[in-house]
């Protein structure tokens, strides 16, 4: 991913020098996001441009994903949990998923350990699987088939890629289900994407000073909401590396006004429809 933003945004555009001043930084305070984005800044500036300041905050202030402790928020999910849709969708499920998966607790938390599991396993018999279906910014590469397991007994054994596509599907109903609910969606990021809003308009009216580079390490229960906010959900639970773009882009005939793209995972998505008229100057959040 960094070395992707270093090809756009300094080699083609020239938009970053590579200045730490010119870039925000912050990720929640978890090891393995702290270290992801470590490595996308090595991957973006290559070592080059002094110290970069990473932020994160208290658990009990950040706004990157949903608080445990908001009672209301919990209370909310509980009960969505508990409708006819939600029960009849998930608990009859994919039985040869959950044996092959060694699944048994059926749960957002269960499924999306099970995903990084396969993701992480050293066994070069799932490269394939990390390459072309967990991360869908690598070309296409074979037609589908199976992948030889490690080892005999292995549950892993019988993974193919059909099954890490419905396990995405599974765990990505059960956690969108949560953000189809506006209420819901609001509790788990509003804030965030208040903060959002507040650096978009800070930029475009030239208040943010040299910043123009604000990066964000979180998780899948940021993104979700995330894009659930912008009704641009797509279904499935968000890969690891799944990544969240948004641009920013002047309107040169009329001061003071801007655009913004959105892109997730490369792809350009439709903001203007999402958030119900065109985002200018200071206009919808």
Same mark, same amino acid.
């Given at each position: 991913?960094?070395?992707?933003?270093?090809?756009?945004?300094?080699?083609?555009?020239?938009?970053?020098?590579?200045?730490?001043?010119?870039?925000?930084?912050?990720?929640?305070?978890?090891?393995?996001?702290?270290?992801?984005?470590?490595?996308?800044?090595?991957?973006?500036?290559?070592?080059?441009?002094?110290?970069?300041?990473?932020?994160?905050?208290?658990?009990?202030?950040?706004?990157?994903?949903?608080?445990?402790?908001?009672?209301?928020?919990?209370?909310?999910?509980?009960?969505?949990?508990?409708?006819?849709?939600?029960?009849?969708?998930? $608990? !009859?499920? @994919? %039985?040869? &998923?959950?044996?092959? +998966?060694?699944?048994?607790?059926?749960?957002?938390? #269960?499924? /999306?350990?099970?995903?990084?599991?396969?993701?992480?396993?050293?066994?070069?018999?799932?490269?394939?699987?990390?390459?072309?279906?967990?991360?869908?910014?690598?070309?296409?590469?074979?037609?589908?088939?199976?992948?030889?397991?490690?080892?005999?007994?292995?549950?892993? $054994? !019988?993974? @193919? %890629?059909? &099954?890490?596509?419905? +396990?995405?599907?599974?765990?990505?109903?059960?956690? #969108?289900? /949560?953000?189809?609910?506006?209420?819901?969606?609001?509790?788990?990021?509003?804030?965030?994407?208040?903060?959002?809003?507040?650096?978009?308009?800070?930029?475009?009216?030239?208040?943010?000073?040299?910043?123009?580079?604000?990066?964000?390490?979180?998780?899948?229960?940021?993104?979700?909401?995330?894009?659930?906010?912008?009704?641009?959900?797509?279904?499935?639970?968000?890969?690891?590396?799944?990544?969240?773009?948004?641009?920013?882009?002047?309107?040169?005939?009329?001061?003071?006004?801007?655009?913004?793209?959105?892109?997730?995972?490369?792809?350009?998505?439709?903001?203007?429809?999402?958030?119900?008229?065109?985002?200018?100057?200071?206009?919808?959040?």
């Amino acid at each position: 991913v960094g070395e992707y933003y270093r090809r756009v945004y300094k080699d083609r555009l020239g938009f970053l020098s590579g200045d730490p001043d010119e870039a925000y930084l912050r990720s929640t305070d978890i090891p393995r996001t702290i270290e992801s984005l470590q490595a996308l800044l090595l991957g973006l500036y290559g070592g080059e441009g002094g110290e970069y300041v990473v932020h994160t905050r208290d658990a009990k202030a950040e706004n990157m994903f949903g608080r445990s402790g908001c009672k209301m928020l919990q209370e909310l999910k509980r009960k969505l949990h508990d409708t006819e849709a939600y029960v009849r969708a998930t $608990a !009859h499920g @994919d %039985e040869e &998923l959950y044996r092959a +998966l060694g699944v048994s607790k059926r749960s957002v938390q #269960g499924l /999306n350990n099970t995903i990084e599991s396969i993701i992480l396993h050293a066994d070069t018999h799932l490269r394939h699987l990390r390459e072309n279906i967990v991360n869908p910014t690598v070309p296409p590469g074979p037609p589908s088939q199976a992948v030889p397991g490690p080892s005999r007994g292995d549950p892993l $054994a !019988h993974v @193919d %890629e059909d &099954l890490v596509f419905r +396990l995405r599907q599974r765990a990505g109903y059960q956690l #969108g289900a /949560n953000y189809r609910d506006s209420v819901v969606t609001r509790l788990s990021i509003g804030r965030f994407l208040r903060e959002v809003h507040e650096a978009i308009l800070a930029g475009s009216a030239g208040r943010g000073g040299k910043k123009k580079f604000y990066l964000y390490m979180g998780h899948d229960n940021t993104l979700a909401p995330l894009l659930g906010a912008l009704s641009c959900f797509d279904g499935l639970n968000p890969p690891i590396g799944a990544q969240v773009v948004l641009e920013v882009f002047a309107k040169t005939d009329v001061e003071g006004e801007f655009y913004v793209r959105l892109l997730y995972n490369g792809r350009p998505l439709n903001l203007a429809s999402a958030i119900g008229a065109e985002y200018k100057g200071g206009g919808a959040a």
